[in-house]
């Protein structure tokens, strides 16, 4: 079955709003990350974040380990933070193969 | 910050000849993956390699791909011979070390149609 699952698939915002991103797994983690998918297809890391809770500008991740969960927050999004966001998880054991998620799709309007 | 260059970025070629994707990673970085995305899909693993070998591959690398890094130059992934349903794009990534220190880093992808 899947390993990776996100939430929501796709999400629609106004300008200033919060968005909430979800990443479960269905494996004991080892190591996450999470990614920005530009329209044009090139990736851009956001956070390395394993475990606890990690922030950059408007942008916060956490993980909690044992609920084999991490959650991505942007606050008072802005129309260039659309795009896809991706989280990529290693389970513990694994050979460092990094499996992904399907993606939240993010669309801010003006 | 580091960054991954990926050459070229379109490769248009008819099935059944063979392609070549090129990969120049993060100078420092030991560890190398190539990933597969098809248009508005999922990113899948194809492999990893570290040291001059492979260390795990995914179904989706089949017998006509092979992957190396001669000399420490570019990593390449090389399809021969190319088939319809390899169309897609490929990522590179590299990373330093593997384990609680990891960080990946991606390059912007070769996008490869086979017609």
């Known amino acids: 079955g899947q390993q990776v699952q996100q939430s929501p698939t796709s999400l629609v915002l106004q300008e200033g709003e919060n968005a909430e991103l979800q990443c479960n797994f269905s494996?004991?983690?080892?190591?996450m990350q999470w990614f920005y998918q530009r329209p044009g297809g090139s990736l851009v890391s956001v956070f390395y974040?394993?475990?606890g809770t990690k922030q950059s500008g408007r942008l916060t991740s956490t993980t909690v380990i044992k609920e084999r969960r991490s959650s991505l927050h942007i606050s008072s999004s802005q129309i260039t933070d659309s795009g896809t966001y991706l989280c990529?998880?290693?389970?513990?054991?694994?050979?460092?193969?990094?499996?992904f998620g399907k993606g939240t799709s993010l669309v801010v309007h003006p | 910050g580091p960054k991954v260059l990926q050459i070229p970025s379109h490769q248009i070629i008819d099935m059944g000849q063979m392609v070549t994707l090129n990969c120049d990673p993060v100078?420092?970085?030991?560890?190398f993956y190539w990933y597969k995305q098809i248009l508005g899909q999922q990113m899948e693993f194809l492999v990893n390699f570290y040291n001059g070998k492979v260390m795990e591959k995914s179904k989706l690398f089949k017998d006509q791909f092979s992957v190396e890094r001669p000399d420490g130059s570019y990593f390449t992934l090389k399809i021969q011979p190319t088939a319809l349903e390899d169309s897609a794009v490929y990522f590179c990534?590299?990373?330093?070390?593997?384990?609680?220190?990891?960080?990946?880093?991606f390059g912007s992808g070769t996008r490869l149609t086979v017609l």
């Open positions: 494996t004991s983690l080892n190591s």
């Open positions: 100078s420092n970085h030991l560890y």
């Open positions: 974040n394993p475990s």
């Open positions: 990534a590299s990373s330093l070390e593997q384990g609680d220190a990891e960080t990946l880093y």
């Open positions: 990529a998880m290693e389970r513990k054991g694994g050979n460092y193969k990094p499996t």
